[in-house]
Every structure is written in C-alpha cells, then in structure tokens.
C-alpha cells in the first residue's frame, strides 16, 4: 500500500487494504478451527456489505447487536445471531424472519418470541459470569449493576417453562484481552453454570480476544475448551471483530493549514468526533504510517500536533515527529482505523462523512462509496 499515490485520493477517506482483511480472516480462521471454535463476524465493528466477499470464506455467520445489523448481515446466507439488552415487541416477527439464534438478555425477554418462534429460531440465554479482564468499567460488561445477562444467582428463579426453550448460553465479558484473560473468563463460566450445561447444545463466547497480539497463546486456554466441547459437547462460537480488520483500516486525510501556538499544530479536514470517535473515548493514539515519522522528538525538527477541523477545543490526534515538514496539501494517513470507525461517525458540525475506498493489489485503489450534501440533508431535513 506504501505504493499508492495518496495525492490522488479525495479526503477524508476510510481505506480498506482488502488483501490484509482477507489475510487477517484466514489467519484467524487457521487458529480457530484448530481450536474447533465456530467464526462469527461481530457486525458491530464492521457494517461494511461490500467488504464481505472478502471474508464471507471464512466465517459461518454474523453476529448482531440489533435488527438493523442483523437485517444487514442476512444476505450472506449463513448463521445470522443477534444479542441485545432489550427487543422492542414490534421488531420480534422481523427478527424471528432473519435471525436463527437469538439471544435473550433476560428471561422477561423470553415473552416476546414465545407465541411467534418457528422451528428455525434457536433461542440462547445471555449469561453475567461476574469476572472481567477489562479496566474500564466503561467497556466493562461485568462492571458492578451491570444490565448485561443472568448471574449465577439468578439461575434457579427462571422458570422452567423459559429455560426448556433455551438451547445455548452467550457470555461475553472481554476488550483486548489476552489468552489467560479469555481462559480466566471460560473458568469462571464453567465454575460457576457448568450444571445448567447438560440443557444446551452450544455456547458463544463473546468477542474482546486480541487474536493478533503475541500474547493471545491458544494453550492458556485449551484444557477450558475441551471441557465445554469434548465433555459438556457443546458446539463454542465466538464473535471477534477488532483485531480481524484494525490493521486492514486506514484514514486518510489532508493538511488544510498550519498554525502556530507555541507548537505548530497541522490542522486536518477531519475530525476525531466523526471519524476516529475512539480515539477521543479511549485517549489512546493513532499511528501515522504516512508520511515517515520519527520515533523520538530528539530526532526530528518537525513535530506538529494534529488536530481535527471542528469546533471541540479537544478534537486532537496528538503530537507527531516527521522527517520532513508539513505544509498544507500534504495527506496524513492513519492507521489501526478498520474497526468500529464506520460504524461511530457522524455529522458533527455538518463535517462529511469519509468516503470508503478499497486497495489490492490485485484491482488498484477502488472508490466505493462517497457522500453529498444530498446524505446530510436526508438525515436532518
């Protein structure tokens, strides 16, 4: 990618290196069915349809957090599963039509599908196994008053009538986590609802595995796997999304003037609360894989903070060395910008949204989608 001529594509811009998404999917296809884990797509993270030819191969199905995603990923014909905290009672016939494993945040939920399943609809139970890896009670589905799934404790009050219309469990409790976080997480859930296992025939075990990380060792938590698939025979499915197309993601974007304030600061015609929303939530920092940047200030004479072209005094990227200087005109490209970002932008301050383009190097630079005033109008008019 390091070839193309970046001065020719129209900024702001999502790329997709559509040769590395396939890449990472067989990769990761390779290590899960050594582990005999099912492969669902996380749509939450990529919503991308025209990106899916590029990895319908190595997946069985999607994974969705509401109807709009689940209507979305129908089309490839495989699984669709579906997760939410709470159905709305007019979209249950929809999701029933779309949907084959559908996953109930509760039992109260159970009452919405009950009269309307048809033998296609399998129903799961969404379980709270009170252990988390993650730090930030923000993205922490087992933080404390947690509305995310069944405790242990509740496990006896359900009705049987419900649970004998439960045929698997979903657990998810992960966010960049390693293998002994994932294999801590499986240990718990196997403590603590292993008696209710004999009732289901499968369980999905979430998303949040750093499956690319060098610390992601697929024997911290082997022995944990064979118990759910070999002694309680349980079908394991799991729903990654972020470390399946972070690296295959980039956005470009142009320098559109250079201002001084004690520091140069470059700003850009983009903006973190439209286009990057996770680097303004997680304060964590974008690299910049064009152009060449130092690693350390006392290498370079050209350090800029980046920031974004709206009105958020906030709205900045960071403080970045180049080897040579910016000047406006010049495009800045980052990386890491392949999960969630289609799915979180916006029209904050009426700036566009990016277009999407796709790179091979088989087919060249391919403009995918762009958006007109005609897009924002729609949305407010």
């Known amino acids: 990618m390091t070839n193309l001529d970046f001065a020719s594509i129209k900024t702001p811009c999502y790329l997709i290196d559509t040769d590395r998404l396939s890449q990472n999917f067989q990769q990761v296809k ?134 004998n219309k439960i045929s698997g469990f979903h657990v998810h409790a992960l966010c960049g986590s390693s293998g002994k976080d994932f294999n801590s997480l499986l240990s718990a859930t196997i403590e603590k609802f292993s008696p209710y296992f004999h009732d289901i025939s499968w369980i999905n075990l979430g998303g949040g595995q750093a499956f690319t990380e060098d610390d992601f060792v697929f024997s911290h938590f082997q022995i944990n796997l064979d118990i759910l698939q070999n002694k309680d025979h349980l079908k394991t499915y ?79 990227f960071g403080t970045y060395e180049f080897e040579e200087s910016l000047k406006p005109g010049d495009k800045i490209v980052f990386g890491d910008m392949g999960s969630y970002s289609f799915a979180q932008q916006n029209y904050f301050n009426g700036i566009n949204f990016p277009s999407i383009a796709f790179y091979s190097k088989t087919d060249g630079l391919r403009q995918i989608k762009n958006y007109t005033y005609k897009n924002y109008e729609e949305i407010y008019d």
């Open 238 to 316: 799991i729903e990654p999304c972020e470390y399946l197309v972070m690296d295959a993601g980039f956005l470009i974007t142009t320098v559109l003037d250079i201002v001084h304030n004690k520091k140069d600061i470059a700003i850009l015609d983009t903006s973190i609360s439209c286009h990057a929303l996770d680097v303004l939530k997680n304060y964590y920092k974008l690299p910049v894989v064009f152009p060449q940047t130092c690693e350390s200030h006392h290498l370079s004479k050209h350090s800029y903070i980046l920031a974004g072209n709206s009105c958020l005094s906030g709205d900045l």
């Open 30 to 163: 390779a290590q899960t069915d050594k582990a005999n884990l099912s492969l669902l797509m996380a749509m939450k993270g990529f919503p991308l349809v025209k990106a899916f030819p590029y990895i319908s191969p190595f997946i069985c199905g999607t994974s969705s957090s509401g109807l709009f995603e689940a209507k979305l990923g129908s089309p490839l014909g495989k699984e669709n599963h579906i997760h939410t905290p709470a159905y709305k009672a007019e979209d249950a016939q929809e999701i029933l039509s779309v949907c084959d494993h559908i996953v109930l945040n509760s039992p109260g939920q159970a009452e919405i599908f009950s009269q309307l399943a048809t033998s296609k609809n399998e129903f799961g139970l969404r379980l709270n196994p009170e252990i988390s890896a993650v730090k930030e009670e923000v993205y922490n589905p087992c933080a404390p008053f947690s509305r995310f799934g069944v405790k242990k404790t509740d496990m006896d009050e359900i009705d049987s009538k419900i649970m």
